[in-house]
């Protein structure tokens, strides 16, 4: 397949710039930080999405989706990421959406998929617990005892928790830590006895909690997929999330750099215009290469889920993706401060939100290294 | 598509049937920059197969002797041929670089002379652009060529000229206007080096090898219907060239200098474990990230090429893919020689202690070296990309 949009996706691209730079601009995320917004995105945006249509982008014409493909989505997250918009689309609708399609039962997707896709339902993937990505790692555990199960543990960075209402919670139910054998998806409503939820303030005014299982009981229909079979279902549902996240990246990145090279076609000091600079004209150079490819790598993932790829292969496409964008995202927001000079510094300049954007969305669903090592593994050395 | 669908199932029992076997071992296609006087045996055989179907130039309008193929049939024929393992029936400036700015620019007079000669397989052009003064800084040439009415007498010398002890043609940019701004006297001419007046010097390079000449032109002659544009507007038609040329530099990889292994099974022969695998976590590290560059590169070719072929105009990303092709083909030829440790630094005529992959590697990591310099080098690249892409202003 070409790597190039078809006419109805670059329409969707044209609609959602226009919709985003509109409706939530960066200067929305600075009001919502400024209010102390509990959700930490508009909800009155998020209806807007859900009416556009946005929130079932992926989701099969059966459960009331418009089943348009990831291509599609990745242009709306794209154009998302460019004005930062805050709003529950990834953490419901490419993971919450993506775990109930590809591991949920016939019952689960007919239940729970209309309600997401009309907006009724947040959702949320509670699966880090430390500081690095590591599902195989899981300590959380979910215990049988007659017709349900009982979860214990603590996960924390679980995005959008505090406004989701229920949880897709990755769980032990066999096995050692660092196995991927014996893991288990559950179902978890936010308000089931047990949960306690505690919002974080994070650096890119955006909403993560910690999320602590103290005896939680979950009846076994809750089981998401088969019991300790989870692991394969759950590596293509992140591989999707990476994927997806890369593409509200490229949006973020895109934006600071070509904010970053309208500043210096305009300021001025040592009595010229700073772009004449050869220093700073090689290192935008470089920069617009590395995020050629980091288009290219985006595309190129979003296509490969459409098609159908999965297993690791498809994990193999999402860490080359994750690991080309996030290491680019990286090097965009530095520089976008750097050649912004004292003003990069202050909050009233924009520039520092993209910054601070990029470091979340890095530890979301595996860092650089992660992914490097992840590739490296997949290469075979 | 019904109709690309019988386009390849034609083309495959063409090439079943007429590409000698030969040709698709490993180094099948070393002879590919070589025109028909050069050829001998299966290689030439091939050669003019491919001449007579039109596949040397399988894109061209027919009437100049190509295939007259649509540009999906051309990307289909170049898939399979790549899946057969059939190389490329000719390669070289004559395809890439002369023949598509003839195409675009030349009067219908021109091409009737010219690209004939190029799809059958007969003429070897080079190209006659840098200077010992004029290397970045092309415009700069001074190679003077006075106008004497129906022709022009050149005078002046050529320097990094690649095949041109081969070449039977040269495209060159000349000055015919030394009073005005330097881009503003520069033509573009084509003259045959068999003229009496041309004569070469070889250059050998830091690799061993000599594969470009220093060209001296006393009294050589070009007729005025070999002048492509206009006079003094040859300087919008070199450029044109070069975007074509660093479409064709970009790419490389290792098969063009007869090595056999990829860095990754390098890595596992000469510093794996006992289970072939690679325990030194940096290494692995740094295999990995050229692997992921690589990869990202291939796709940003392919995206470029897909946006191309539905109309998009590729002009200045041709730089891009010039700047970052080349630095990643040098930096693979130097992790392929530092993996192969003291092995990898034999001279190129030992040839009792060092393996064909050994010297191929050290050919390769010291020619990869022009990589960045040739066709325009990576800074004069990242100076068009601030220039022209991001509209960065001149001092």
């Known amino acids: 397949m070409p790597l190039i949009l078809n006419d109805d996706q670059k329409l969707l691209k044209d609609s959602a710039k226009d919709f985003f730079s509109k409706s939530m601009p960066v200067k929305q995320l600075r009001q919502i930080r400024d209010d102390e917004v509990t959700e930490c995105y508009s909800t009155d945006s998020w209806k807007e999405i859900v009416d556009l249509g946005w929130s079932g982008i992926t989701v099969e014409e059966e459960f009331g989706g418009l089943e348009f493909g990831y291509l599609g989505l990745g242009v709306i997250l794209e154009e998302g990421g460019r004005t930062l918009a805050a709003s529950p689309l990834f953490s419901t609708c490419v993971l919450g959406a993506a775990a109930l399609s590809i591991a949920g039962n016939q019952e689960q997707k007919s239940e729970l998929l209309p309600l997401l896709v009309q907006g009724d339902l947040i959702l949320s ?126 949006g973020s990145t ?93 909050d009233e300049e924009e520039i520092g939100f993209f910054l601070k954007r990029a470091r979340t969305t890095e530890h979301t669903l595996g860092d650089v290294r992660y992914h490097q090592n992840r590739y490296g593994d997949l290469l075979g050395l | 598509m019904a109709n690309l669908e019988t386009f390849k199932s034609e083309a495959t029992a063409w090439l079943e049937e007429n590409c000698p076997a030969s040709m698709r071992k490993h180094g099948g296609g070393a002879d590919a920059e070589f025109t028909r006087k050069k050829r001998s045996g299966d290689s030439l055989l091939w050669l003019d197969r491919c001449a007579e179907k039109g596949w040397i130039a399988p894109s061209w309008p027919t009437e100049y002797g190509g295939g007259g193929l649509s540009t999906e049939e051309h990307v289909a024929l170049v898939g399979i041929m790549k899946k057969m393992n059939i190389p490329a029936p000719l390669g070289g400036m004559s395809l890439t670089m002369i023949g598509p700015t003839l195409l675009e620019l030349g009067t219908e007079e021109q091409k009737k002379e010219h690209l004939p000669g190029i799809t059958s397989g007969n003429v070897h052009w080079c190209q006659g652009y840098s200077e010992p003064n004029a290397g970045s800084d092309l415009a700069n040439l001074q190679t003077k060529a006075e106008d004497k009415g129906d022709h022009f007498i050149i005078n002046g010398s050529k320097i990094w000229t690649s095949g041109a002890m081969h070449a039977d043609w040269m495209f060159c ?15 573009f001419v084509l003259f045959p080096m068999t003229d009496p007046g041309v004569s070469l010097s070889p250059i050998k390079l830091i690799s061993g090898q000599s594969p470009f000449c220093q060209v001296f032109f006393d009294n050589v002659r070009a007729e005025k219907s070999n002048l492509i544009g206009k006079v003094n507007e040859g300087w919008t038609v070199g450029k044109r060239l070069l975007q074509h040329e660093r479409s064709s530099i970009g790419g490389g990889g290792s098969s063009r200098f007869g090595i056999s292994m990829t860095l990754n099974d390098a890595a596992k022969k000469y510093r794996g474990d006992e289970n072939g695998k690679i325990d030194d976590p940096l290494l692995k590290l740094e295999l990995t990230r ?35 092709g080349s630095e990643l083909t040098k930096d693979s030829a130097e992790m392929m020689v530092s993996i192969m440790g003291p092995q990898g630094l034999g001279r190129d005529d030992d040839r009792d202690n060092f393996s064909d992959d050994e010297r191929g590697s050290t050919r390769a990591w010291l020619f990869t070296k022009a990589l960045t310099i040739a066709g325009g080098c990576s800074e004069v690249q990242l100076d068009i990309i601030s220039k022209r892409i991001l509209e960065l202003p001149t001092g």
């Open chain 2, 290 to 324: 050229q692997d992921i560059d690589t990869q990202a590169f291939a796709l940003t070719t392919k995206r470029i090429t897909d946006e191309t072929m539905s109309g998009v105009t590729p002009g200045f990303a041709t730089s891009m893919l010039k700047y970052y």
């Open chain 2, 173 to 187: 940019l000349v000055r015919t206007d030394p009073n005005v701004q330097k881009q503003k006297g520069i033509s």
């Open chain 1, 254 to 346: 895109r934006e600071a750099f070509e904010r970053t090279v309208e500043y210096i076609k305009m300021r001025e000091q040592f009595d010229t215009i700073l772009g004449t600079k050869q220093a700073l004209q090689h290192r935008a150079a470089q920069l617009y290469t590395e995020i050629e490819l980091a288009k290219s790598v985006v595309i190129a993932g979003l296509q490969a889920i459409d098609e159908g790829q999965r297993g690791d292969a498809l994990a193999k496409t999402a860490s080359l993706t994750k690991s080309k964008v996030g290491e680019t995202f990286t090097l965009a927001s530095s520089e976008a401060v750097q050649m912004h000079g004292g003003i990069g510094m202050t």
């Open chain 1, 125 to 250: 993937l509670a699966i880090e617990e430390g500081a690095a990505h590591a599902p195989q790692r899981t300590r959380t555990t979910a215990s049988k005892s007659g017709d349900s199960f009982t979860i214990n543990g603590t996960k924390t960075f679980v995005l959008d928790a505090s406004s989701a209402d229920k949880m897709i919670v990755v769980t032990r139910t066999s096995g050692e830590a660092g196995s991927n054998a014996g893991l288990t998806l559950f179902l978890v409503d936010s308000n089931s006895k047990g949960v306690s939820i505690t919002s974080h303030k994070m650096a890119d005014s955006r909403n993560a909690c910690t999320v602590v299982f103290d005896n939680v009981s979950v009846p076994a229909a809750n089981v998401l997929g088969q019991v300790d079979n989870a692991a394969d279902d759950l590596q293509d549902i992140l591989s999707i999330g990476q994927i997806c996240i890369s593409a509200d990246m490229l």
